[in-house]
Nanobody
Framework: QVQLSESGGGSVQAGGSLRLSCASSATTYMPWCMAWFRQAPGKEREAVAAIDKNGSTGYTNSVKGRFAISQDNAKNTLYLQMNNLIPEDTAMYYC??????????????WGQGTQVTVSS
């Protein structure tokens, strides 16, 4: 069983930055690909960024150039650096783990989420 726990969310003004973290159980990063998703009230969940076991990354168009996904295998931690935040980034953010890389892949394990609120 893979356990994931997000942290780092909060409230910021537009143009600000946040870094989300996702701590995982010890064996998470060997077999799994990781991703960040978000869901705003009344909207469907969307994939924001993904990273594979070799460090290759992918982003949804709306966050390209502003967000960066990374992982520290020694710490078993996934990160999402979010810069130049805009109100449309307001959502609950979730990390996820799965066997296949990609924004459209199916992910098997999920964290409980961390809220990000961006005010104008």
């Amino acid at each position: 069983q893979v356990q994931l726990s997000e942290s780092g969310g909060g409230s910021v003004q537009a143009g600000g930055s946040l870094r989300l973290s996702c701590a995982s159980s010890a064996t998470t990063y060997m077999p799994w690909c990781m991703a960040w998703f978000r869901q705003a009230p009344g909207k469907e969940r969307e994939a924001v960024a993904a990273i594979d076991k070799n460090g290759s990354t992918g982003y949804t168009n709306s966050v390209k150039g502003r967000f960066a996904i990374s992982q520290d295998n020694a710490k078993n931690t996934l990160y999402l650096q979010m810069n130049n935040l805009i109100p449309e980034d307001t959502a609950m953010y979730y990390c996820a783990a799965g066997p296949y890389y990609g924004l459209r892949s199916e992910y098997n394990y999920w964290g409980q989420g961390t809220q990000v609120t961006v005010s104008s």
